[in-house]
């Protein structure tokens, strides 16, 4: 374990400024960076970058772990950590310098902006605003566009495909966490500003805010020396991974940035836009982005919701307004405010499941001593089997798809493969072409050119072996397939039927 550290001098000077918490916070750091230490060495997660801000003044900055377990390269304060969906919150800050300088209002119509831009009810495509997009409340059904990205398809090419998509919630009355609603948002309001979002983002926070060593493009996340590769964790033990290209999707998951950065975004959202003396981003314009915007849960202890590109919520222990990002792959982030302390907790770590426990419990050791002066419980012994609960097939929406039963003791053979080969279409996933091979078939869906292995499971049904999930196909009277249905595409909204083109 090595890299950054704030010295005691450093800690002392910065928290003596004031303390607006219900515990005296110079007392706090050395129990919290115990625990720190603790949560990390039990986690198996390789690396970790954590800080915490208050009263406009880093007041605990430490680095652990590495950045690839096999150059054992340490987290330092200039590691670049891939942030996830915590990328949202630059969304809508860039969206709210615009907002502030009057070039458009979060009420703005979108298709006012970019016509193209529809869904399924032609109504609600004409009436959709910035706000409806950033606060996930347009009928999409929950990670609506995702399918596609694994598919391979571009950015515009999953925006036109979202008009075949059913809206699920009525509009602006429910709440379906969407990446591809952030982007739709980002894309328009790059289109009015003229310029690229990754440029655009650039110009309107990176660059007024300081923040020299963080990106909208993965390019630059792999081009940079110093970045944290990325692993699966699970039961303490880590296994490298591929990096996750969410250029895609960048406005909702494809930001990359340094734990010293990060500080400095920390000190804008708290300081109402300002830097260093400099106004970067109006006032009222970011205050509407930390204002629930969408109601998730209320009862008689407060509400929950979703702001503008932030989880919001307000309860009898404070207000609270964060996000998290994750990757499968191996990326988990938390960025939480907490506004009437000026407070904020910024965590990077680069593994997955494991990260997200580690932070999690991170988290809750932190509001524990900060609320009550100890930790209160093991938190990361609750928080781990939540997670690895919801990562089973069909647990969640997480993975939402069962996987296939064993195949049954009578199981019918296929019939001669040549039958199910061909091309199958439709209107949201495209076409997915079926070929033969020795022991089963290949599946090329959408713009992939990975192939899905199907083999043999019971008569027309095939097992996709990577999901374990079924794949069925319909044979008409003349002994052809007429079409092919994925279990795995089968979601809210979407179907996963593909029908062979009549001839």
Same mark, same amino acid.
Request: proline share 5%; net charge negative; with cysteine.
């Given at each position: 374990?090595?890299?950054?550290?704030?010295?005691?001098?450093?800690?002392?000077?910065?928290?003596?400024?004031?303390?607006?918490?219900?515990?005296?916070?110079?007392?706090?750091?050395?129990?919290?960076?115990?625990?720190?230490?603790?949560?990390? !060495?039990?986690?198996?997660?390789?690396?970790?970058?954590?800080?915490?801000?208050?009263?406009?003044?880093?007041?605990?900055?430490?680095?652990?772990?590495?950045? !690839?377990?096999?150059?054992?390269?340490?987290?330092?304060?200039?590691?670049?950590?891939?942030?996830?969906?915590?990328?949202?919150?630059?969304?809508?800050?860039?969206?709210?310098?615009?907002?502030?300088?009057?070039?458009?209002?979060?009420?703005?119509?979108?298709?006012?902006?970019?016509?193209?831009?529809?869904?399924?009810?032609?109504?609600?495509?004409?009436?959709?605003?910035?706000?409806?997009?950033?606060?996930?409340?347009?009928?999409?059904?929950?990670?609506?566009?995702?399918?596609?990205?694994?598919?391979?398809?571009?950015?515009?090419?999953?925006?036109?495909?979202?008009?075949?998509?059913?809206?699920?919630?009525?509009?602006?009355?429910?709440?379906?966490?969407?990446?591809?609603?952030?982007?739709?948002?980002?894309?328009?309001?790059?289109?009015?500003?003229?310029?690229?979002?990754?440029?655009?983002?650039?110009?309107?926070?990176?660059?007024?805010?300081?923040?020299?060593?963080?990106?909208?493009?993965?390019?630059?996340?792999?081009?940079?020396?110093?970045?944290?590769?990325?692993?699966?964790?699970?039961?303490?033990?880590?296994?490298?991974?591929?990096?996750?290209?969410?250029?895609?999707?960048?406005?909702?998951?494809?930001?990359?940035?340094?734990?010293?950065?990060?500080?400095?975004?920390?000190?804008?959202?708290? !300081?109402?836009?300002?830097?260093?003396?400099?106004?970067?981003?109006?006032?009222?314009?970011?205050?509407?982005?930390?204002?629930?915007?969408?109601?998730?849960?209320?009862?008689?202890?407060?509400?929950?919701?979703?702001?503008?590109?932030?989880?919001?919520?307000?309860?009898?222990?404070?207000?609270?307004?964060?996000?998290?990002?994750?990757?499968?792959?191996?990326?988990?982030?938390?960025?939480?405010?907490?506004? !009437?302390?000026?407070?904020?907790?910024?965590?990077?770590?680069?593994?997955?499941?494991?990260?997200?426990?580690?932070?999690?419990?991170?988290?809750?050791?932190?509001?524990?001593?900060?609320?009550?002066?100890?930790?209160?419980?093991?938190?990361?012994?609750?928080?781990?089997?939540?997670?690895?609960?919801?990562?089973?097939?069909?647990?969640?929406?997480?993975?939402?798809?069962?996987?296939?039963?064993?195949?049954?003791?009578?199981?019918?053979?296929?019939?001669?493969?040549?039958?199910?080969?061909?091309?199958?279409?439709?209107?949201?996933?495209?076409?997915?072409?079926?070929?033969?091979?020795?022991?089963?078939?290949?599946?090329?869906?959408?713009?992939?050119?990975?192939?899905?292995?199907?083999?043999?499971?019971?008569?027309?049904?095939?097992?996709?072996?990577?999901?374990?999930?079924?794949?069925?196909?319909?044979?008409?009277?003349?002994?052809?397939?007429?079409?092919?249905?994925?279990?795995?595409?089968?979601?809210?909204?979407?179907?996963?039927?593909?029908?062979?083109?009549?001839?």
């Amino acid at each position: 374990m090595s890299g950054c550290t704030t010295s005691s001098s450093e800690k002392t000077a910065a928290v003596q400024t004031g303390t607006t918490g219900p515990q005296n916070v110079t007392a706090l750091i050395p129990q919290f960076d115990a625990y720190a230490e603790q949560t990390f !060495n039990r986690s198996g997660v390789p690396g970790m970058a954590v800080a915490i801000v208050q009263n406009d003044s880093v007041i605990y900055m430490r680095c652990f772990g590495v950045t !690839n377990t096999t150059t054992r390269e340490p987290v330092t304060p200039d590691t670049r950590f891939q942030l996830a969906s915590i990328s949202k919150s630059f969304t809508s800050a860039t969206i709210a310098s615009m907002v502030g300088d009057g070039e458009l209002s979060w009420d703005t119509r979108v298709a006012t902006i970019t016509p193209d831009f529809r869904l399924f009810d032609p109504w609600v495509s004409q009436h959709v605003t910035f706000r409806d997009l950033l606060s996930h409340r347009t009928g999409l059904p929950e990670y609506a566009g995702d399918d596609l990205q694994d598919l391979g398809y571009n950015r515009s090419e999953i925006l036109g495909r979202l008009r075949y998509i059913n809206l699920t919630g009525d509009f602006r009355s429910s709440y379906a966490y969407t990446n591809i609603g952030v982007t739709a948002a980002a894309e328009a309001a790059a289109h009015r500003a003229g310029t690229p979002w990754e440029d655009l983002v650039t110009e309107r926070v990176f660059v007024p805010a300081g923040m020299n060593n963080t990106s909208a493009r993965f390019a630059d996340f792999v081009a940079a020396k110093n970045h944290a590769d990325t692993y699966r964790v699970y039961n303490g033990t880590a296994t490298a991974s591929e990096l996750t290209n969410d250029d895609v999707n960048s406005p909702a998951g494809g930001v990359s940035s340094t734990i010293s950065d990060m500080t400095r975004y920390a000190r804008l959202q708290l !300081n109402e836009g300002n830097l260093d003396g400099k106004q970067v981003i109006d006032p009222t314009a970011l205050a509407e982005t930390h204002t629930v915007q969408t109601v998730i849960h209320s009862d008689n202890t407060g509400v929950s919701g979703y702001g503008l590109g932030w989880q919001v919520s307000a309860k009898n222990s404070g207000t609270r307004v964060w996000h998290d990002g994750e990757f499968e792959t191996g990326a988990s982030t938390d960025l939480i405010l907490y506004p !009437n302390e000026k407070m904020e907790v910024i965590i990077l770590s680069n593994g997955f499941p494991g990260g997200y426990s580690l932070n999690k419990a991170m988290i809750h050791g932190w509001d524990d001593l900060y609320s009550t002066g100890a930790v209160r419980n093991d938190w990361y012994a609750v928080i781990e089997p939540q997670i690895l609960a919801a990562l089973q097939p069909g647990a969640s929406t997480m993975s939402p798809t069962a996987k296939l039963p064993a195949a049954p003791a009578d199981a019918k053979p296929a019939r001669s493969l040549a039958i199910y080969s061909g091309s199958y279409t439709q209107d949201y996933l495209g076409t997915v072409r079926i070929d033969t091979n020795s022991t089963g078939l290949l599946a090329y869906a959408g713009k992939s050119t990975t192939p899905m292995i199907l083999v043999p499971y019971d008569g027309d049904t095939f097992r996709e072996t990577t999901t374990n999930t079924g794949v069925v196909f319909a044979v008409g009277k003349d002994g052809t397939a007429t079409s092919v249905r994925f279990s795995l595409f089968d979601l809210p909204g979407r179907n996963g039927t593909f029908v062979r083109p009549s001839s």
